[in-house]
């Protein structure tokens, strides 16, 4: 804050103040953009190995597609919690993405935990039935 000092008179002094521009405001999808990018950046440390080439995969089904994302959500937040056991801190921002994330991941570990019990139950009932 900018103060400039007028006299007043013998021994008063009288201070106005000026106001600064005040930055920007952002939106909450550009601050979070910026979080999950930062979040999202790839780690500092090169990898162990290169990674061996696959043969060509065959077409996954959906299901195998969910478990996978799952997985890789999974191993995302195990290196957050990672970066945050030693010493990281994060922004606001960077802990609402994170907070996504992990309700995304658990909404998604919920269905596929709810849709193996079911296999599991027709499983069961199939297999009781007498032929």
């Known amino acids: 804050m900018n103060v400039s000092k007028t006299s ?3 021994g008063a002094h009288a201070t106005a103040a000026t106001k600064t521009a005040a930055p920007p405001r952002r939106t909450f999808v550009e601050v979070l953009g910026e979080a999950r ?3 999202q950046r790839p780690p500092t440390t090169p990898p162990a190995a290169p990674p061996k080439a696959r043969p060509a995969a065959p077409e996954t089904s959906p ?3 969910v478990a996978q994302d799952a997985l890789k959500v999974e191993s995302q937040l195990d ?3 990672k970066a945050a056991a030693s010493g990281k801190t994060f922004s606001p921002a960077e802990l609402l993405v994170m907070q996504a994330q ?3 991941y ?3 570990v919920e269905v596929i935990s709810r849709g ?3 296999l ?3 499983l069961k009932q199939t297999l009781g039935t007498q032929v």
């Open 8 to 10: 007043a008179g013998p």
């Open 37 to 39: 990018a930062a979040v």
């Open 63 to 65: 299901w195998h597609r």
């Open 79 to 81: 290196g957050i919690l």
């Open 102 to 104: 992990v309700f995304r």
């Open 106 to 108: 658990s909404q998604t």
């Open 116 to 118: 193996t019990d079911k």
């Open 120 to 122: 599991v139950g027709a």
